[in-house]
C-alpha cells in the first residue's frame, strides 16, 4: 500500500513551537502537508510570548522541503481562534486538518488553587479548542472535508492530584470530540482526541526513567494516521505513548434495574451496578496508573 501522504492538504497545529507540537507539524510536512505552526511563545505556566518558537519550526520545516507559515495568536480568546483559522486560509487557501495542541500547566492542589490558575488553564485548553476548532469546522463543513484531533490526558480521563483544573479542561476536550464526530460525520469532518505521554519540557521532571522510551516522536505517527483521508474511525480517544497505542473508551456496566428505587436499595446492589465484566480491558485508576500500564506494556515488548 503507498505511503499515507498530504500533498495538497492544509493543516493548522496550534502550539507547535516546541514539544508534541512541534512534532507533529514534522510529520505531517515531511507527508506533504502545507502547515500553519501557531505557537504563542510562552512559558509551561502560559506566561510570556516570544515570535521565535513558532519561526523556529518553520525554518525546520522549510529547511526540509517543506511548506510552512509561522502564527503568533493566542487560542485562548474568540479573536485568536478566528485569526489563526484567517492566516491558514490566507496562506494555504484551505483547511483540511486541525491538531488542537497547545497548552499549559499551573498544578496546585485544589484548596489552595486560585482563579487564575482556574481560568488561564481552562481559557488555553478548554475554551482554547472550542475557539479554534468551531472556524475551522466552519471550514471543513463548507469544504465537505476535514480531521480535527485534540490533545486530551490521562489526567483528565483517570484522575491527577493537583490538576483539577487541567484535568477538568481535558476531560471537556473528550466531551467535544464525541459531539463534533456526531455533528461532522454527515460533512466528511471525522473528529478524534489522543491522550499522550511524552517526554517535553512539561514533564521532564516527572517521568523517570520512561521519559527516554517515550519521545514526542513516537507519537506524532498516530496524529498522522488520525489526519489522513484514510483514517476510518470518529469520535475514538487514544492512549499513545513510546510506540505503544490503546483506545481509551468510555464504557458502561450492565446495570441494575432497582426492585425499589431507594438509596437502601442502591447501598445493597452497588456491588452489581459497578460489576465489570470485560475480559481484557484496563480500567486505569488514575494517571499514574496508566503510566506504568504503559510502562510494563513497553518494557514487556522490548
Ligand atoms: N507531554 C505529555 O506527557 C502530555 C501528556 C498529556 C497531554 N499533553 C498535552 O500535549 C500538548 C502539548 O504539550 P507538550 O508536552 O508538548 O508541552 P509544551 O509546553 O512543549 O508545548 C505546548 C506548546 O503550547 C504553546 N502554547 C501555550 N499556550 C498557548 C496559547 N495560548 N496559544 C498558542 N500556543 C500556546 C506553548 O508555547 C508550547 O510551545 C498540551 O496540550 C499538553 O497538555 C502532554
Not at 479554534?132 to 480521563?157: C, D, H, K, N
Not at 511524552?198 to 513516537?218: N, Q
Request: proline share 3%.
Amino acid at each position: 500500500m503507498p505511503d499515507l501522504r498530504f500533498d495538497g492538504r492544509v493543516a493548522i497545529v496550534t502550539g507547535a513551537g516546541g514539544g508534541l507540537g512541534r512534532s507533529h507539524a514534522l510529520e505531517l510536512a515531511r507527508r506533504g502537508a502545507h502547515i500553519l505552526v501557531n505557537d504563542l511563545g510562552g512559558a509551561v505556566d502560559g506566561n510570556g510570548s516570544s515570535m521565535s518558537a513558532a519561526q523556529r519550526v518553520v525554518d525546520e520545516i522549510t529547511a526540509l522541503g517543506g511548506t510552512a507559515a509561522p502564527n503568533h495568536d493566542t487560542v485562548a480568546t474568540w479573536e485568536g481562534g478566528q485569526a489563526i483559522v484567517q492566516a491558514a486560509v490566507d496562506a494555504f487557501g484551505r483547511v483540511d486538518v486541525l491538531v488542537n495542541n497547545a497548552g499549559i500547566l499551573r498544578d496546585k492542589a485544589f484548596h489552595k488553587m486560585d482563579r487564575v490558575m482556574i481560568d488561564a488553564v481552562i481559557d488555553v485548553h478548554l475554551k482554547g479548542a472550542l475557539y479554534v476548532t468551531q472556524p475551522a469546522f466552519r471550514v471543513m463543513r463548507e469544504q465537505g472535508y476535514g480531521r480535527i484531533l485534540s490533545t486530551s490526558s490521562a489526567s483528565g480521563l483517570f484522575g491527577n492530584f493537583g490538576q483539577a483544573n487541567y484535568g477538568a479542561a481535558k476531560a471537556g476536550l473528550a466531551g467535544l470530540t464525541r459531539v463534533l464526530a456526531l455533528e461532522g460525520a454527515g460533512h466528511g469532518i471525522m473528529v478524534n482526541a489522543i491522550a499522550p505521554i511524552a517526554s517535553t519540557r512539561m514533564t521532564e521532571d516527572l517521568l523517570g526513567d520512561l521519559a527516554a522510551k517515550v519521545s514526542p516522536e513516537s507519537v506524532s505517527p498516530l496524529v498522522a494516521y488520525l489526519a489522513h483521508e484514510q483514517c476510518s474511525v470518529n469520535g475514538h480517544i487514544y492512549s499513545v505513548a513510546g510506540g505503544r497505542i490503546a483506545r481509551i473508551f468510555v464504557g458502561e456496566t450492565r446495570g441494575v434495574v432497582l426492585p425499589e428505587n431507594t438509596a437502601e436499595a442502591v447501598r445493597a446492589h452497588l456491588r452489581f451496578i459497578d460489576q465489570v465484566d470485560v475480559d481484557g480491558c484496563h480500567q486505569p485508576s488514575s494517571l499514574d496508573n496508566e503510566t506504568s500500564i504503559i510502562a510494563r506494556a513497553l518494557s514487556e515488548a522490548s
